[in-house]
């Protein structure tokens, strides 16, 4: 078959449909008013990362000269201006959705006040808060045509502040918007009515004690935000220790070629093409027209105000059958593996098993692969604990796991100082596995025990991300996983595995081998299906095999959360393919591969997508479920959210993002799951 531009949805396009999808979670009058602001924080902090990522890559093709047909299926020119026109809907959409949220709340008692609608009583906190609080934190640029403005902060929001002087002159100035202080102001409340006060609003009702030493006869203050290239790029300069060359590439991105510039759209013309000349940006840069507050990320941590009932109803993490977290999970695992799945299960034991491991006097040896950890993380603390406690302790840390490099750094330093032995990864790689193995003393011998999971080892994340941990001592496995770290610390041996999937030297290979024998059996008659749940797909080779899969007859089930370059139900290509996407309370973080193997399931847990970056630059494993009983939940688990249609939505050529309607009984994946554990705990 020849395939032509309509095989593959472009990735960047693909990826602001995802965010479509989290946009319509905001729209969605079933979901908690409170949590409704929330998922319009989650979409301008996407919109936020895929500038400083994926719309800076376009860019830096375009200038090179390079057409990008061949890399991006359109020239990036064309996908820049493209993408700028979605963006500026969104937005526009977005901001619908903010006003209605916010009629609504009112319904709710719960008022937004600007700098117009102070009363006296108001007025007087207000100003104390603003000297006790604001005032000490506050960073304002006075601008002036001698002097060069100051490089503005990525993503940072500012007040453009624009002054007509008694004398006629212009004056203009920007405030930055700190940080440190909540962007929610709760005044006081009235009865039962609460008031919050954005604080962009509270510093334009304080202007004048802002700007009490120039004279003036009149004052505006519009909001504006820059953001900037957030790709790391690396010196070469060998005397530098790695921490160290990440370390100054961190703090080298502030100062990142601009990419996108948001402004009020009620901002005057002057002084809008004073800011643009100031801050040089060019007509390649994304300019877009916002609403009077921009960084509406911050609405991810919009206070609760002691209303539950406009939240989601917080689950209790439940226990694991079994597996007690009051005696000795080594002993428990020691007689059968153990399936954890977050946010629906405790995540308490993985540092239950780190804390063993640390005071346990005959485990010799830990090692563990770390990509992004919680602010304050008791599996730091619990490796640190443990070589304390004369335990070989090896971290595999990633520095370079985006935005979160300086966190990182930050625990690679406090650990290396406490005696862990640290390491870097392989050079030209990320390491995006999720393992950990000990090595525990018995019977004059080792055994080793271990977890192989698809989430990062974060304890934040872990309540709000669905992710599987495998807690196992099956020694044919661990040994294969043994050797991922063998090959961090020699990594120009490549080493066999039997059991485990790893990339980059095996993962293509082994699934096309996997997908064969279902193109195979279809062939022969027998029973064949793949069935896919995966974070986005945007390899073309694996694509292309899922085609190939496809016209052979196979049937192809996907859940797909975010990118999907796939293009399924296209008649001659991929006809028996279908594919949704699960947005809603949790991130869907799940990466799980069914085949059906004539009917004797081979499935495996993950930390790989289907993405170049995972299967060909990246370490990171793939795990066969062997045991019966985890292979049918898993097999369930997948089941119930193939069921969804509530929350999941249609990926097709249309690019609409339909829900997915039929006549079957309700089924919403995420509550049901719940339901699926709790009912299992009980039996």
Known sequence: MTKDKNSYINRELSWLQFNERVLQEAADESVPLIERFRFLGIFSNNLDEFFKVRYATVKRIDEAGKGGKSELGIKASELLDIITQIVIKQQSKSLDILSNIQNKLENENIYFINETDVDDEQHAFIKNYFIQQVSPALVIIILNDSVDLPLLKDSAAYLA????????????????????IDRFVVLPSKGDKSYIMILDDLLRYCLDDIFNIFSYN????????????????????????????????????ELGDPLRFVYDKTIDEETLEYLMSKMGIDSKDSVIPGGRYHNRRDYMGFPSLGRQDLLYKKIKPLLVKGLNLESSIFNTISKKDYLLHTPYQTFSYVVKFLREAALDPQVKTIKITIYRLAQISHIASSLINAAKNGKKVTVVIELRARFDEQANINYAEQMQNEGVNLLFGVTGLKVHSKICVIEREESDSLKRYGFISTGNFNESTARIYTDFTLFTANQKLLKDVNKVFSFFHTNYRIHRYKHIITSPHYTQSKLFALIDTEIENVKKGSPAFIKLKLNSISSYKMIDKLYEASRAGVKIQMIVRGICCLVPGVKGMSENIEVISIIDKFLEHTRLYVFCNDNKPKVYISSADWMTRNIENRVEVSCPIYQDDIKQELLDIFDICWSDNVKARVIDDSKSNNYRKNNNPKVRAQFALYDYFKEKLNS
Request: glycine residues 2%; proline residues 2%; without cysteine.
């Open 161 to 180: 502040v624009k002054m007509e002087l008694i004398n006629e002159k212009k004056q203009y100035a920007l405030i930055e918007i700190p940080k440190s």
């Open 218 to 253: 009149s004052i505006t203050a519009n909001m504006i935000k820059i953001t900037r290239d957030g790709e790391l790029d690396f010196d070469s300069d060998l005397s530098k220790s790695f921490i160290k060359k990440i370390s100054d590439s961190v703090k080298d991105r």
